[in-house]
């Protein structure tokens, strides 16, 4: 069974920064994206970022790119989404996915809420 679990989210001030984590488990595939998308209330899911497993490729959403940087720990199996400069538009739960693209989504866990204020 396929099982992502984030973490790190939290209420922060805008300008501040915050880290998730995704732990990622239960899974063989050897050809596949993981990253994070999110969704704000009232809103349609938005790719954020992800790792390619085939070549280690990184990929952002226009929105984010060049103050999200995405990372991963093989040895732990963990993926990472650290987020500086926050703008109170990145507000949203941010969900850990398992798929075949940033906008492909197979597998995703429970979510972190991240909330920016002004």
């Known amino acids: 069974e396929v099982q992502l679990q984030a973490s790190g989210g939290g209420l922060v001030q805008a300008g501040g920064s915050l880290r998730l984590s995704c732990a990622a488990s239960g899974f063989t595939f050897d050809d596949y994206a993981i990253g994070w998308f999110r969704q704000a209330p009232g809103k349609e899911r938005e790719g954020v970022s992800c790792i390619s497993s085939s070549d280690g490729r990184t990929y952002y959403a226009d929105s984010v790119k060049g103050r999200f940087t995405i990372s991963s720990d093989n040895a732990k199996n963990t993926v990472y989404l650290q987020m500086n400069s926050l703008k109170p538009e990145d507000t949203a739960v941010y969900y850990c996915?398992?798929?075949?693209?940033?906008?492909?989504?197979?597998?995703w866990g429970q979510g972190t809420l991240v909330t920016v204020s002004s």
């Open positions: 996915f398992l798929g075949s693209s940033l906008y492909e989504y197979d597998y």
